[in-house]
């Protein structure tokens, strides 16, 4: 069975503040692929990235940063220069990666994250 | 941008209502999803197809939810009938295959009174 977990339910952090979410997962497929998305107060889920099982390579998207370690079976999420646009529910997720199962997501329980001026 | 699209946006209802979510995956994505919020559970899968075909419906109560897929361009969710505790955020995703994201839609906000 497959298993995300967020171990922090919310952080607060002042503008300009660096800050790191916490991913944790379990599976016990060799290929995989995990998902970051956010969830601004409006509701709506937003794709933020994939990274495959095979590509351990951090990644950097402008403020945004990604820590993935096969062997911790961690996937962090930092987030540089804090801005209060930032304030949102962010859910870390895992998906197999069989033919006949699609793409199905297992989703963390999420870390609500506020950002203040 | 494509974008998933589900209707109604928001729905009030009261118990025993039939209730009906629809939703137009992106043009072209083959696996559908159905993923059900609320503050208890968080977000859980209710049910999935590829290529229109039902893969997996195991989170959703059978007696009282349906999922369909009629054409490719249409995904519904029905719920008959309805109780209070079926109040949540039902979201439709869709994606091609495993190599792609998820793409998800903003939502049915469901009120069962």
């Known amino acids: 069975a497959q298993k995300v977990t967020q171990a922090q339910t919310e952080i607060s952090v002042v503008e300009k503040e660096d800050v790191t979410l916490d991913c944790v997962y379990e599976t016990r497929d060799t290929t995989y692929y995990l998902f970051w998305y956010k969830q601004p107060p409006s509701g709506e889920l937003v794709f933020l990235i994939r990274r495959n099982s095979f590509d351990e390579q951090n990644e950097i998207s402008g403020r945004y940063s990604w820590n993935f370690q096969k062997s911790t079976s961690s996937f962090n999420f930092t987030i540089t220069a804090s801005q209060v646009v930032d304030s949102a529910v962010y859910f870390c997720a895992l998906s197999e990666a069989r033919e006949t199962s699609g793409s199905r997501l297992t989703f963390g329980e999420g870390t609500q994250l506020t950002v203040n001026p | 941008d494509a974008r998933v699209t589900q209707t109604p946006r928001h729905k009030v209802t009261e118990m025993g209502q039939e209730v009906t979510m629809r939703c137009q995956p992106i043009l072209g994505h083959n696996t559908v999803f159905w993923y059900r919020q609320t503050m208890m559970q968080g977000l859980e899968l209710l049910a999935y197809?590829?290529?229109?075909?039902?893969?997996?419906d195991s989170g959703m109560p059978k007696d009282r939810f349906s999922a369909e897929m009629p054409d490719a361009t249409l995904a519904t969710l029905k719920i008959q009938p309805s109780e209070p505790r079926d109040s949540a955020v039902y979201f439709c995703?869709?994606?091609?295959?495993?190599?792609?994201?998820?793409?998800f839609g903003d939502g049915t906000r469901l009120s069962i009174l």
């Open positions: 197809f590829r290529n229109r075909a039902p893969l997996d």
């Open positions: 995703a869709s994606g091609y295959d495993s190599n792609q994201p998820q793409h």
